[in-house]
């Protein structure tokens, strides 16, 4: 079994398992092949760093729309004022695209929430 490690305090603890997603396994298959540095840790958010957590995951979810709207404002506007289209359009593909990146420097995967349903008797 691997060892439980808190994303936020990165102590030996117990607490909500961190969803693995495409970053997690980007960051992953880099640290495994580029740096050779991989720990393999099973990653969760303890009961006592979930408030920062939290904080952090709704700071990274309103960056990330803020990025992607902008990058979609810039795009329309070199769309609307390119002489080439298409070349436009493709210009306006990569502006998106570099400020979603951009919007992953505050990354924070999502946990998982256990279920509060509770089973009739």
Not at 3 to 23: H, P, T
Not at 27 to 33: A, E, M, N, P, V
């Amino acid at each position: 079994m691997r060892e439980s490690r808190c994303i936020i305090c990165g102590e030996k603890r117990n607490g909500l398992e961190v969803n693995e997603d495409a970053v997690l396994h980007a960051i992953r298959l880099f640290k495994r092949h580029v740096t050779r540095n991989e720990k393999g840790y099973h990653l969760i958010v303890c009961k006592g760093c979930y408030v920062k957590y939290d904080t952090a995951k709704r700071k990274y979810e309103r960056r990330q729309m803020i990025y992607l709207i902008l990058g979609v404002v810039f795009a329309i506007f070199i769309i609307l004022t390119g002489a080439n289209k298409a070349v436009a359009v493709i210009f306006g593909i990569v502006i998106v695209g570099l400020l979603y990146l951009l919007s992953l420097l505050t990354y924070m995967p999502s946990v998982s929430m256990p279920s509060t349903r509770r089973k009739k008797a």
